[in-house]
C-alpha cells in the first residue's frame, strides 16, 4: 500500500463523522487510497431492460474471510439485479491481491467488465480490508478503499465495500449497509404468534425484539436507524411504542382513547404520524416527541389513516375512503389542503413517500388482485410493479430504487419479497421464515 | 438489546440456531380459541332471517342462565359483515337484539365488541374498518337499551381470522364483530 501512503489527499467516507459516535458498535473508517478515474463503463439503473453487467469479484486474499467477503459483496451485486458476477472457476487470473495490478487480458478474455479484488490482513486485532475496483477494458483503478474495522464487523464491511461498487458504477448511492426490521410470523394460521425482528439486507444475522406476547404490526425506522416505532395490539388495547435498538428501551407513545395504530415518523426523527379510532371514526395525529404535544390533521368521517411523510417533511400522503373507497391523498403536514391524488379504479392503501421524493409507494387492489406500484406525488405515472394474490406494505430502500413487501398465496404463510422500481427485478428476499410488514433502514454508519 | 457487530460468529450462529428454535417451539404454543358460530350463508339483505336466533327463553337451555357459555350458546356472539361495510345487516338484527336484550336480563355483565376484517385488504385499513364494525355493533346495543358504559370496542383487523381457508365462504365469515364478555357472567 505504498501508493496509498504517498497520496497527498486523505479522504474519509461522509459517514466517518457519524460512526465515530457510536464506536463501540462498529468501529470503521475508510480511506481513500486512490482517486476515482473517470469510468467508461456505467449501469444505468433506470433502464427496466438494462442488461446486468458482468463483473468478477475474485476472493479477496487473506485466507477464509477474505473468500467470505467476497462472497458477500458478489451476493449483493447479483440481488441488485444490476450486476452479473461471474462464476469463479471461470477466472484465469488467480491469487490476485489489491497489491498487484490485475493482467487485464485475462479478465477481458472471460468478459468482465469490472473486477473487484482486494485483501485482508489483521493488524492489532482489527481486520484492515483494502480492495479496488478496475474498469477492465478501459484498464483504469475506478475506486481504492482502505476499510479498518474489529474481525466481527467483517459482514459490515463486506456491505460497505458493495456499497461503494454500486455508488461509483451506478452513479447512485447504494443500499447494502442497512438492516430490515419485520413481523416474524410463526405457527399456524389463525394462531399466528408475530414478533419484531431484525435482519441485515441480505438476511443475516437475525433476531427478535419481542416475545411474541402480544400481535405486533407496522415497525418503521427513524431516519437515526436506531428507533423504531410500531403497533402492539392485545385483546383489550392497542399501543405505539416507541422502541430503541440500541438501549432495548421501549415506552409508549401516551395513552389515548380509542384505538392507536399507524405510526410512522417523520424524516427528522422528531415527530411521529399515527391513527387515532374514536366511536369508529379513524384520524390522522401527529406528535412532537420533544414537547409530547399531539395535533389532530384530519376530521373527516371516513376512514383516515396510513400517514407518510415527503422527505422534506412539508407533505404528508395517506389513505382516506371519503371518497367511498380506500385512496391516496396528500395534505399539508398541517393538514391543510387535502388533495385526491389516485385516480385509476381499485383500492388504494399503504402509501409511503419514497426517500428521494421522486415517487409514492402503495398497495392496490383492482381485479381481485393485489399490486405494489409507484405514483408521481402528484397522481401521474402510476406503474404497477407486482401483481399476486396477496401483496401488502411496501418500504423504500435508502436510495429509493428498490421496494419490499409482503406477498401471500392463498394459505400460505406471508413472505418478504423485493421488487426495483422498473418492476423488473422481482424477487424472494434470503430470509426463510414467514415474515411481513418489512421496513427498511437508512444507510447505517 | 440488539448489538449487531459485537459478537463473535460463533455467537452469532448460536444466536440464528436459538431463533430458529424459538420458532419450532412456538408452533405449539397454546392460543385463546375463540367459540364460532356459522355465519348466514347469503350476504343480501334481503335474505331470509336465520332460524335459531330467538331469545334466551325459547332456547333448550344446556347451560347456566346468565352464563358465558348461556350467551353464547343461546344468543350468539357473533354477527357479520359484507365486503368493506360496517352496516348491521338485516339478518344481523335478530341476534344484535337478542343480545341487547339478554345484556339489560344481565347487568352486571361488561362485554368488549371486537371487530374483525378479511385477509382481503391491508393491515392498518382493516384495524379501522374492523373498528368501525365494532362501533356499529355498540351503537345498535346502546339503541337498544344496553347502557354504553358497559361496552368497550377493539378491532383486531385481519389479525384474527376465524376461518384460515381462503375463497369469499371463508372471508364472509372472517367479517364479523364478536361480543366477548368481559366480565359479570355467571
Redesign the interface.
Known amino acids: 500500500m505504498t501508493q496509498a501512503r504517498s497520496l497527498p489527499t486523505r479522504q474519509t467516507l461522509p459517514s466517518r463523522a457519524a460512526a465515530l459516535l457510536f464506536t463501540?458498535?462498529?468501529a470503521i473508517t475508510a480511506v481513500a487510497i486512490a482517486q476515482p478515474a473517470r469510468a467508461e463503463i456505467e449501469v444505468n439503473v433506470n433502464r427496466g431492460d438494462v442488461q446486468p453487467l458482468p463483473i468478477a469479484v475474485p476472493a479477496f486474499g487473506g485466507g477464509q474471510v477474505g473468500g467470505d467477503i467476497s462472497q458477500v459483496i458478489s451476493a449483493n451485486l447479483q440481488r441488485s439485479g444490476l450486476f452479473r458476477p461471474l462464476d469463479p472457476n471461470s477466472f484465469i487470473e488467480k491469487g490476485l491481491t489489491a497489491n498487484v495490478q490485475p493482467r487485464f487480458a485475462d479478465w477481458k478474455t472471460i468478459n468482465a467488465q469490472a473486477l473487484v479484488n482486494g485483501q485482508v490482513t489483521v493488524e492489532g486485532g482489527k481486520l484492515r480490508v483494502d480492495f479496488r475496483l478496475w474498469d477492465v477494458f478501459a484498464e483504469q483503478q475506478l475506486l481504492g478503499l482502505q476499510f479498518t474495522a474489529?474481525p466481527?464487523?467483517w459482514r459490515?464491511v463486506a456491505h460497505k465495500i458493495s456499497d461503494a461498487v454500486y455508488e461509483r458504477l451506478t452513479g447512485e448511492k447504494g443500499y447494502f449497509d442497512t438492516?430490515v426490521v419485520f413481523v416474524?410470523e410463526?405457527?399456524?394460521?389463525?394462531?399466528?404468534?408475530?414478533r419484531l425482528a431484525?435482519m441485515?439486507q441480505d438476511g443475516a444475522?437475525?433476531?427478535?425484539?419481542t416475545s411474541?406476547d402480544s400481535?405486533v404490526?407496522?415497525p418503521r425506522f427513524s431516519s437515526n436507524s436506531q428507533e423504531i416505532t410500531y403497533m402492539s395490539?392485545k385483546?383489550?388495547?392497542?399501543t405505539v411504542y416507541l422502541f430503541n435498538?440500541?438501549?432495548?428501551r421501549r415506552e409508549s407513545l401516551g395513552t389515548f382513547q380509542?384505538?392507536v395504530?399507524?405510526p410512522r415518523f417523520s424524516p427528522d426523527g422528531g415527530k411521529v404520524v399515527f391513527?387515532v379510532?374514536r366511536?369508529?371514526?379513524?384520524d390522522i395525529y401527529v406528535m412532537n416527541l420533544a414537547s409530547r404535544t399531539s395535533t389532530r390533521l384530519t376530521t373527516d368521517p371516513a376512514?383516515d389513516?396510513?400517514g407518510s411523510f415527503s422527505p422534506d417533511g412539508s407533505r404528508i400522503v395517506f389513505?382516506s375512503?371519503r371518497a367511498g373507497?380506500?385512496q391516496l391523498y396528500v395534505m399539508g403536514a398541517d393538514g391543510s389542503g387535502a388533495r385526491r391524488i389516485s385516480g385509476g379504479g381499485g383500492?388504494y392503501?399503504?402509501p409511503v413517500w419514497s426517500p428521494t421524493g421522486e415517487f409514492i409507494a402503495f398497495?392496490k387492489?383492482t381485479g381481485g388482485e393485489f399490486h405494489i406500484g409507484v405514483m408521481r406525488p402528484d397522481g401521474s405515472d402510476e406503474r404497477l410493479l407486482t401483481s399476486s394474490?396477496?401483496d401488502?406494505?411496501p418500504t423504500w430502500a435508502p436510495n429509493g430504487r428498490v421496494l419490499m413487501f409482503s406477498r401471500?398465496t392463498?394459505?400460505g404463510p406471508p413472505k418478504l419479497w423485493s421488487v426495483d422500481v422498473t418492476g423488473r427485478i422481482l424477487q424472494p428476499m434470503p430470509y426463510p421464515?414467514a415474515g411481513?410488514?418489512p421496513a427498511w433502514s437508512p444507510l447505517l454508519n | 438489546m440488539v448489538r449487531s457487530f459485537t459478537g463473535s460468529t460463533v455467537l452469532r450462529l448460536a444466536l440464528i440456531a436459538t431463533a430458529a428454535a424459538s420458532l419450532a417451539a412456538c408452533q405449539s404454543k397454546p392460543k385463546p380459541s375463540f367459540p364460532t358460530q356459522t355465519p348466514p350463508s347469503s350476504t343480501g339483505p334481503s335474505t331470509p332471517l336465520p332460524p335459531s336466533t330467538g331469545p334466551v327463553s325459547g332456547q333448550p337451555v344446556g347451560a347456566l342462565p346468565g352464563s358465558t357459555q348461556d350467551f353464547i350458546v343461546n344468543v350468539g356472539d357473533r354477527v357479520y359483515f359484507d365486503t368493506d361495510s360496517h352496516d348491521i345487516r338485516e339478518d344481523a338484527r335478530p341476534l344484535l337484539t337478542a343480545q341487547s336484550e339478554w345484556l339489560r336480563r344481565y347487568p352486571s355483565v361488561v362485554v368488549r365488541i371486537e371487530g374483525n376484517a378479511d385477509e382481503r385488504g391491508t393491515r392498518e385499513y382493516n384495524l379501522a374498518l374492523g373498528a368501525r364494525r365494532a362501533n356499529s355493533v355498540r351503537d345498535f346495543l346502546v339503541g337498544q337499551g344496553v347502557t354504553g358504559g358497559r361496552i368497550s370496542t377493539i378491532s383486531f383487523g385481519k389479525e384474527q381470522p376465524i376461518d384460515t381457508g381462503s375463497g369469499e365462504e371463508s372471508w364472509q365469515k372472517n367479517r364479523n364483530a364478536r361480543t366477548a364478555i368481559v366480565s359479570g357472567a355467571r
Open positions: 463501540l458498535l462498529c474489529s466481527e464487523s459490515k438492516r416474524a410463526s405457527g399456524a394460521r389463525g394462531q399466528v404468534t408475530k431484525i441485515d444475522n437475525p433476531s427478535y425484539l411474541g400481535i404490526m407496522t395490539l385483546q383489550d388495547s392497542s435498538l440500541e438501549s432495548g380509542g384505538m395504530f399507524s391513527s379510532e366511536a369508529g371514526n379513524s376512514i389513516t396510513s389513505n375512503d373507497s380506500p383500492r392503501t399503504t398497495t387492489q394474490y396477496l401488502e406494505g401471500e392463498p394459505g421464515g411481513s410488514d
